[in-house]
Every structure is written in structure tokens, then in C-alpha cells.
């Protein structure tokens, strides 16, 4: 059914007498157009243009039997109603459905993340190297003042886990990870586990040789919050540091 024909439903339907006439109709079955007029407060005149309208609609039909005008109810056309407002029903459903998303999903949030970087004035293996060396980890890794490393243990290949113990004042803080990627002398990735770090958080490091030195960008993903990631921000600067000076 087109638009133009249930717009006509719509029209006929939208008046309240025609609606009782209707309601009549399917109550009572064929009725003369007179008897129906006995019915309302109305003339006769205004009735049977009320009867036209329901007929423009489709939703009555008239017999002529003689003099005799019988008009019934014919509710097949209010199928393409039901079917609108069907469909509205759906799009409302929908649309409810992606509301209650919007308001119970826990919105998600961007991964925190840092970068730090030095230019070291060594060459670019040795300072690459570094990173795979227990002893060297012994020297460098060290993100505060008066830190130490206990002991370290390293195995430098992909898959590959690694250990330290840092020691502050009195406490010890187990870090270590597993190596990811090792690409000579370009990139080394690790997994970070440590007192104060969540799961999955991985360490990629840059290197590039540089002005007769080495260039270490080191980045850092995911954190519980923003100031443990300024905290490891500044951790990691130490270190670079320390390293610079392990290799001087």
C-alpha cells in the first residue's frame, strides 16, 4: 500500500464520529446508511460524507439493493497500519536498545603512555647490548636516587624472560618481563611486570644511530592511571641516564 492510501486511513480515522461509525460497523455488520444517521446528532447529509471519506479509505463498502444502500466494514486495509506502526515499533526498539548501550557500557578509555628518549654518546651495539646484558642491567636500572640491583638475570633471546631486584632503603621491588622482539640494532620490546604495573604492559625501544652517538626513544603503554605513569615517566629518564653513565 502506498503512502497516499494510508494517509487516507489515517484521515479517516482521525475523526471521531467516523471512528464510532466504523465501530458500529464491525459490530453490527451491514447497516442502512438511514439507520446509521439515527444513530447521531448529525443530519443525514453529514453522515453519508462521512461514509464517503471511510470509502476513499477503502474501509467500508457499499451494496445498493434497489433504494436500499447497505454499508459494511472492510478492515483489510488497516493491515498497512499495523504495519507502520510495527515498524515504528522496531525503530523505537532500536534505538532504546543503542540508548541503554550508551548509558551501561563502561565508556572506554584511552591506553595511558609515555615517551622518553636520550642521545647517548656511545656507539649504537653497545648501547643496544646493554639492554640484554645482566650486567649492564645491574648497573643501569635504577629509577631513583640511592636505588641498587640486588641481582639480575637475563635470557636475550625472543621469548625470552628476564629479572632484577631493585633495592630501596630497606625494599626490595622484583621487576622483570619477557623479550617480545629483538632486532639488532634497531628495536627491543618487553613485557614489564613490576609491583606497581598492570597486565599487558609493554616496553618498546628505538635505537638510532645519531651524531656519532645513539639516539634511545623508549616507550611505554598502559598504566592503572596518570600518576603512575608520571611516576615510571620519571623512573625511565633515570634510567636512561644511568645508563648513559654505565657506558661512558
Do not use: C
Not at 489515517?10 to 439515527?38: C, F, M, N, W, Y
Not at 457499499?62 to 486495509?77: D, F, M, W, Y
Not at 644511530?209 to 600518576?227: M, Y
Amino acid at each position: 500500500m502506498d503512502e497516499h492510501n494510508l494517509s487516507e486511513i489515517l484521515k479517516a480515522s482521525s475523526d471521531a464520529t467516523r471512528r464510532s461509525i466504523l465501530t458500529t460497523l464491525v459490530q453490527q455488520g451491514p447497516t442502512r446508511v438511514t439507520e446509521l444517521a439515527g444513530r447521531y446528532d448529525i443530519s443525514l447529509n453529514s453522515v453519508s460524507k462521512h461514509i464517503k471519506v471511510l470509502e476513499a479509505a477503502g474501509l467500508v463498502t457499499r451494496k445498493t439493493l434497489g433504494r436500499v444502500h447497505l454499508i459494511e466494514a472492510n478492515l483489510a486495509p488497516l493491515t498497512a497500519v499495523e504495519d507502520w506502526f510495527a515498524n515504528l515499533k522496531s525503530i523505537w526498539a532500536l534505538q532504546l536498545e543503542a540508548l541503554d548501550d550508551i548509558l551501561t557500557k563502561e565508556p572506554e578509555m584511552p591506553e595511558l603512555s609515555l615517551t622518553v628518549s636520550r642521545q647517548i654518546n656511545a656507539p649504537i651495539e653497545a648501547v643496544f647490548n646493554a639492554w640484554l646484558s645482566p650486567e649492564m642491567m645491574g648497573r643501569f636500572m635504577t629509577p631513583g636516587e640511592g636505588m641498587t640491583v640486588e641481582d639480575a638475570v637475563a635470557n636475550p633471546v625472543e621469548g625470552g624472560a628476564f629479572s632484577l631486584n631493585m633495592v630501596a632503603g630497606e625494599k626490595k621491588l622484583p621487576h622483570g618481563g619477557a623479550y617480545k622482539v629483538i632486532k639488532p640494532h634497531s628495536t627491543i620490546v618487553f613485557s614489564w611486570d613490576s609491583p606497581f604495573s598492570v597486565d599487558d604492559t609493554l616496553v618498546t625501544l628505538d635505537f638510532t644511530a645519531k651524531d656519532g652517538g645513539t639516539h634511545v626513544a623508549l616507550n611505554h603503554v598502559k598504566f592503572a592511571d596518570e600518576e603512575q605513569r608520571d611516576n615510571h615517566e620519571g623512573g625511565w629518564t633515570k634510567i636512561l641516564e644511568s645508563l648513559e653513565k654505565a657506558l661512558s
